[in-house]
Nanobody, 119 residues
Framework: QVHLAESGGGLVQTGGSLRLSCAASGATFVSNTIGWYRQAPGKQRELVASISRGRDTNYAHSVMCRFTISGDMRKNIVFLQMNDLKPEDTAVYYC?????????????WGRGTQVTVSS
């Protein structure tokens, strides 16, 4: 069983910063990619940023140069530093991880953390 624990959401004013954390636990879990998705009310869930075991990163165009994803993939811990936040960044942010356990390959989701940016 793999569990993703998210933290770091909250309320911030436009231009502010937040740092999200995601820790994936599971005795035999070896992560391949860990990323953050977000879903705003009435909109589809979208990829925000991801990082692979080879440290390749991928960002949504809307967050480039404002958000930075980093972490220790051997420890299955990933951070999302969000700077210069805008009201359109308001959403529930979900951690997502894929990788292997002794049971095989799987994809896992966290429960989500709310990020609210006030204007």
């Amino acid at each position: 069983q793999v569990h993703l624990a998210e933290s770091g959401g909250g309320l911030v004013q436009t231009g502010g910063s937040l740092r999200l954390s995601c820790a994936a636990s599971g005795a035999t879990f070896v992560s391949n990619t860990i990323g953050w998705y977000r879903q705003a009310p009435g909109k589809q869930r979208e990829l925000v940023a991801s990082i692979s075991r080879g440290r390749d990163t991928n960002y949504a165009h809307s967050v480039m140069c404002r958000f930075t994803i980093s972490g220790d993939m051997r420890k299955n811990i990933v951070f999302l530093q969000m700077n210069d936040l805008k009201p359109e960044d308001t959403a529930v942010y979900y951690c997502n991880a894929d990788g292997s356990t002794t049971s095989g390959w799987g994809e896992y989701w966290g429960r989500g953390t709310q990020v609210t940016v006030s204007s």
